[in-house]
């Protein structure tokens, strides 16, 4: 039945794009009539409501060109600077051209006389491209993240990341104020789209405004301008929405927005059981990282946590799988308080519980020795996380800046599971938590045109404790003591303390000079204990299986970088040198360590023309071992495994190479990118593994010689004809590494990894849309012998607009497993929303399904270098919401 209805779906698809292929094109010139020369101008098809149907921009000599599908009575309408805005009414029947001119006078301006000029769908302003909302509206958009998904050029992941190109976004602002930072997806996934009035795009964006012009910045941002019913007022929306036959299940959020002159406040909650990721990654909100930017001092710097219950998902959409029951609030505010001095305040506060059923089997081959495991997993995660954040902005003077920031982050985390083992039931408890206290720093002096000055300052303190408890005894071939059950408490705590002056010069030809000097200090006490237990009574701490250390790095670094303009080509050097100072004390016993190392790098940017883009770069780097590299005792990682690392000092040497090649913009018709990345380890780090079936114990070791190969490509191209953009991606990774498992010889390992696939979705302004799309992907092992499979997921989206109160969204995916048995190795999906609009822009209803085809079980296939996996997981079952949204 589920692959009828796919098929129907896909005639549907047919038979309404051939419709759409049927086209009129409508060409002229648009003239000056006193000069009679062509005129740059805006030329726009509306039908009579004023909707626009399509667009574009006069060329060489005023020439025009428009296509479209439409039949019936529209306006022509053309505009351009310093003319009078013309407009020809035309009736699209079965011609298939229509040739008009327009002759356009200059236009004479009065004092005091308001001019009103047509909306451009799209403007652009230097480094800035403004996309007007509602021309891009299609009438089914709920959130922001709906409308973004829409505008060409931006690509929203599943998980709601938004790229440009194939770079993400840095931040999504309101009104040019940064509420979240990374976390931008608090604001896509919840802001309502109706207050929206353009998306704008910055390209060549730095997240200090006094760099500006000066950093070598390909950073892209996007800010949200609001209407002007929109500001100064509180405003917002609820929406609602509980199961008709399904049982309890709900979906509930809220806005309340109100963006002032010396004020903006954003409150925003989210609560529902049925799947949905309010919040994506709360560590983009909680620890934003800027990878090599100006004061990003400590950006990479967090604690470590050694165990977690495999809560590992599918790759299917995360509301498929998630059994959740969230409730989220975020309470977020700008103040200005004088002309220099702004505050922006946030507070957030997430409570989650989510139920996770797994069924798997896992084959084992290493070297003569084979089994099998049988897991069956029931398992609950509840969590609450508080995160409060503080930024001050002193604006000293025009080219004076002090910032501070301050955070503080509190996660308590419950985990319990059932799991039935070889036919054993153990019971799994892991309480952990994070408690993380970071402050920093920065002042920017721009005290010449071209001349900038930085120095920044941090402090982290961050812990990471855990309890863990299995009421099982399954390790009876590692330890003699006639145990029942174990515990381990483990525990790591960092301290970061940071800083570092940068200077930045820009000279008259391009060239630009920067030097950086600073110095990061960094403490980890980790500790840990494992003990053995007849009941409740402590029986044992097992010899080299507990752990107590405290890891020092005193990193004192000088990085000077030089970038060449010659014309079409920019050199880049660079050589950064550190000074390290490591201790290392292990149980009261204290080693020391002073290396010193330099680590250069060389890139060559070629811009061959417009279009045509080449960007190179080698780097050799060298890497300084962290904690969990250098403790000495075993560690408990999971209900049947445990790992070590080497108890000394290392630093790792590693060489890089990459190039990219770019043909066109991110917002051209055609838009092609290729990247290649090789890598090679002179150094890395292995394993040295038991593998039995109750347990595995890892050791790490040093192995010589690793590779890394990888390419990926996409292609994106619009069809103006049938106003339709196809994406193609194809992506290859290599890789080789060595270990041993079970005593065995160094032994090989090779993996090869392809992804190709592609995606098409139409933009057409009549009743429906379409979004179509397969992605393949090729995963091989190869050791003493070779392993292989092919899978595939293909998805099919339909919108029809029956009207501007009445709408349905079908989605439909079908998944294919190639190496599982035909039973179990095709899955359907279908979810359906209809939308129906009482009163425009306050009270609308929605009816949606999910899962309509109530697959309860989802089986996937996988392997790896010693073993091979069917995992079953339980699926969200299929439910019916009827929704409300009432705005006010």
Not at 620 to 639: C, E, K
């Amino acid at each position: 039945m589920g692959k009828i209805k796919i098929f129907a779906l896909f005639i549907v698809f047919f038979n309404v794009n051939a419709i759409c292929f049927a086209q009129t094109i409508i060409e002229g010139y648009v003239i000056d009539a006193e000069n009679l020369k062509g005129v740059f101008a805006s030329v726009v098809l509306k039908d009579e409501n004023g909707k626009i149907i399509t667009y574009t921009n006069t060329k060489n000599e005023g020439y025009f060109e428009l296509k479209t599908t439409e039949k019936g009575v529209f306006n022509l309408n053309v505009s351009s600077l310093s003319y009078e805005s013309q407009s020809k009414k035309i009736e699209i029947g079965t011609s298939s051209k229509i040739k008009l001119n327009f002759n356009l006078k200059p236009k004479i301006t009065e004092l005091k006389e308001v001019v009103i000029q047509s909306r451009q769908p799209i403007t652009v302003k230097k480094d800035t491209i403004i996309f007007d909302a509602k021309s891009f509206l299609q009438g089914n958009e709920q959130v922001v993240e709906d409308l973004l998904k829409k505008i060409p050029g931006l690509n929203v992941l599943t998980d709601g990341t938004i790229k440009i190109g194939n770079q993400e976004v840095e931040k999504v602002m309101i009104d040019g104020d940064d509420f979240f930072e990374k976390g931008y997806k608090l604001v896509t996934k919840n802001m309502p789209v109706s207050p929206i009035d353009k998306v704008e795009v910055y390209q060549n964006y730095s997240n200090n405004k006094h760099l500006k012009g000066i950093e070598n910045s390909e950073k892209v941002a996007l800010n949200l301008t609001l209407k002007e019913d929109a500001k100064r007022i509180w405003f917002g929306n609820a929406f609602g929405g509980y199961g008709l036959v399904s049982d309890n299940r709900y979906e509930f959020r809220a806005n309340l927005m109100n963006f002032g002159k010396k004020s903006k406040h954003y409150f925003l909650t989210n609560l529902n059981n049925i799947g949905i990721d309010a919040v994506g990654d709360i560590n983009h909100l909680i620890r934003p990282f800027r990878y090599d930017e100006p004061a990003s001092l400590g950006d990479n710097q967090s604690s470590n946590s050694l165990l977690a219950l495999n809560y590992e998902l599918p790759n299917l959409k995360k509301r498929r799988v998630n059994l959740n029951n969230a409730e989220m609030l975020s309470l977020n505010s700008i103040f200005t308080l004088s002309e220099k001095v702004k505050l922006k305040t946030l507070g957030f506060l997430n409570t989650d519980e989510v139920d996770f059923f797994r069924n798997s089997l896992q084959q084992f081959s290493v070297g003569n020795s084979t089994f099998a495991n049988t897991e069956y997993f029931t398992g609950r995660k509840t969590q609450i996380t508080g995160f409060g954040k503080i930024d001050l902005t002193y604006n000293i003077s025009k080219t004076k800046t002090f910032e501070y920031t301050g955070k503080f982050n509190k996660t308590n985390e419950k985990n319990s599971s059932e799991l039935l083992f070889n036919n054993d039931l153990l019971n799994e408890r892991l309480y952990a938590n994070n408690q993380l206290f970071d402050q920093k720093v920065v002042y920017t002096n721009k005290f010449k045109e071209n001349k900038v000055f930085l120095l920044s300052s941090r402090y982290i303190n961050e812990k990471t404790p855990q309890n863990y408890s299995v009421n099982q005894f399954i390790y009876s071939d590692l330890f003699a003591e006639s145990a029942n059950n174990t515990k381990q408490f483990s525990e790591n705590k960092m301290q970061f303390a940071g800083i570092e002056s940068h200077l930045l010069d820009k000279k008259k030809n391009g060239d630009l000079f920067e030097i950086k000097i600073g110095n990061q200090l960094r403490i980890d006490e980790l500790n840990t204990r494992f003990e053995l237990l007849q009941n409740e009574n402590n029986i044992a701490f097992p010899n080299g299986y507990q752990n107590d250390l405290i890891y020092t790095t005193n990193d004192l670094y000088l990085s000077a970088k030089y970038r060449f303009k010659l014309k079409n080509f920019t050199l880049l050097t660079q050589a950064d040198a550190h000074q390290l100072f490591n201790q290392l004390e292990n149980f009261n016993i204290k080693t020391n360590q002073n290396p010193f190392f330099i680590m250069p790098k060389i890139g060559l940017d070629w811009k061959i023309n417009d279009k045509n883009k080449i960007l190179t770069s080698y780097s050799y780097n060298t890497t300084n071992a962290g904690v969990l590299d250098v403790y000495s005792g075993f560690v408990q990682t999971g209900f049947r495994s445990f790992s070590k690392g080497l108890e000394e000092f290392n630093q790792l040497n590693s060489s890089s190479a990459i190039l990219n090649y770019t043909y066109g913009s991110w917002g051209d018709k055609f838009f092609a990118n290729t990247f290649i990345l090789y890598s090679k380890n002179n150094d890395f780090y292995s394993t040295n593994s038991i593998i039995a079936q109750n347990y595995s114990q890892s050791e790490k070791i040093i192995i010589k010689d690793r590779e890394f190969l990888s390419i990926s490509s996409s292609i994106d191209r619009y069809f103006k004809p049938i106003k339709s953009n196809l994406k193609i991606n194809l992506g290859a990774t290599k890789t080789n590494f060595k270990n041993i498992v079970n005593n065995s010889n160094l032994r090989e390992v090779k993996n090869f990894n392809a992804d190709y696939g592609f995606e098409l979705r139409s933009g057409f302004r009549g009743f429906f849309n379409y979004h179509i799309g397969s992605k393949w992907n090729y995963n091989e092992v190869e050791t003493t012998i070779k392993n292989s499979f092919t899978d595939n997921m293909s998805f099919f989206d339909l919108s029809f607009m029956f009207s501007d109160k009445f709408n349905i969204q079908v989605q439909s995916e079908r998944y294919y497993f190639g190496n599982l048995d035909n039973e179990n190795n095709q899955y359907y999906f279908l979810d359906l929303e209809t939308r129906y609009v009482v009163r425009e822009n306050k009270l609308t209803f929605f009816l949606s399904g999910n899962n309509l085809f109530n697959i309860e079980t989802f089986r996937n296939y996988s392997i790896s270098d010693i073993n091979i996996s069917q995992t079953e997981y339980r699926l969200m079952p299929r439910y019916v919401l009827l929704k409300m949204e009432y705005r006010f």
